[in-house]
């Protein structure tokens, strides 16, 4: 997982200022608001393993609805609006902050924790249902980082 971390991180230390917070893709967003964009899913996970809520963790507005927990679209937006107004120094020490509370909520619950269901990690806390939790995990820190690399490469080059 760290070292997931350090490789993207590696990447965007080749970054300037600029390529951080002018360029912007498709989406409208630029690398800045990439970053907040991973460091949000991973405090909603930091959030999760402590079983508190990751929606409130994350900063959102409007938490979604049961039938809204899938709509990423939906989700990204409110995150994209919510932290545009942070610096890309202050997005990237966010996400690393993040990663860390990750890193030791990992620690905490160890590898029989690691086995549980989601819905272990969710109120009631009881439920059996949902992936093992440490796929979330992958999928909101190095996976998703990996995932937005060729992203912020992409937009740097512009």
């Known amino acids: 997982m760290d070292a997931g971390l350090a490789a993207f ?6 970054l300037t200022d600029e390529q951080m917070q002018i360029p912007r893709d498709a989406a ?5 608001d990439h970053l907040t964009h991973l460091a949000a899913w991973a405090e909603g996970i930091a959030a999760l393993l402590h079983r508190e809520d990751r ?3 994350m900063g959102l507005a409007t938490p979604p609805s049961e039938d809204q927990e899938h709509d990423y679209d939906l989700i990204n937006e409110q995150i994209a609006v919510q932290y545009r ?3 890309a120094a202050q997005a990237r020490a966010w996400l690393v902050a993040a990663h860390e509370r990750v890193a030791a909520a990992v620690e905490a619950i160890g590898d029989a924790g690691l086995a549980e269901p989601y819905d272990r990690y969710v109120a009631p806390f009881t439920g059996q249902a949902g992936d093992p939790i440490v796929q979330y995990i992958s999928g ?3 996976e998703h980082y990996a995932e937005h690399l060729p992203w912020i490469q992409a937009i740097a080059r512009t």
């Open 9 to 14: 991180l590696a990447e965007l230390d080749r």
């Open 28 to 32: 409208g967003w630029n690398i800045r």
């Open 55 to 57: 929606w409130s963790a």
């Open 85 to 87: 107004d942070r610096s």
């Open 140 to 142: 909101n820190t190095y």
